[in-house]
């Protein structure tokens, strides 16, 4: 009777984890970046060229074919914009999670099994709105997708106190390997790419 009062995600002391490598320290699950279409490709391959050579912002610019992707899904924009706002997240940050992890797309899952612009695990979202916002979340809503991912990286916010790479990394790879394990190899492009973006829409 004590199990079937317990709802799974409420066993959990912080939110699961999506991207534990395996012993070999490889993801098998995760890709750098998101399944995209060839139109987009080139924007990314930009990105991994300004990562890698670790740009400075003012040497930095946003191309005009990641410009127009963005222009196309000013909607989202918007909705992540305005939930950073209501959990005190710096917009930059939110923005870019949300690009890196989607490109802003609502309609994407990983082959992990992320959902949604903030590519959330149906595990993650079920702790969120038991733990953080006291309803359910409905991970395929567009809105509740971004009000969830935006409410975790204000929790990584606080618990890291503001360390961008360990917030970026619970994101990415779990709070509670990111506590005990620090921030995995696999992490870490991940990071220095959304720091890029951070970066770009910052200014």
Known sequence: VFCQLIRPSMLHSTPPGRHAPTQSGRDPARRPFPRINRRERPALRWIRAKESKAAAPEQATLPASIRALMA???????????????????????????????????????????????????????????????????????????????????????HYDGDRARVLAAYYQGQWATDHHGIYPVSRPYIASIKVLERLFDD
Do not use: C, F
Request: hydrophobic share 50%; glycine share 8%; aromatic share 6%.
């Open 72 to 158: 196309k899904r000013e909607t989202v924009r918007r909705t992540i914009v305005e939930e950073a706002q209501r959990y005190d997240v710096p917009a930059a940050l939110a923005l870019a999670v949300a690009w890196q992890e989607s490109g802003w797309q609502q309609g994407v899952i990983s082959h992990a099994g992320a959902v949604g612009v903030m590519q959330l695990m149906p595990a993650t979202a079920e702790w969120v709105g038991d733990v953080m916002l006291g309803t359910p979340v409905q991970i395929r809503d567009m809105r509740h997708n971004v009000r969830a991912g935006v409410r975790l990286l204000a929790h990584y916010l606080a």
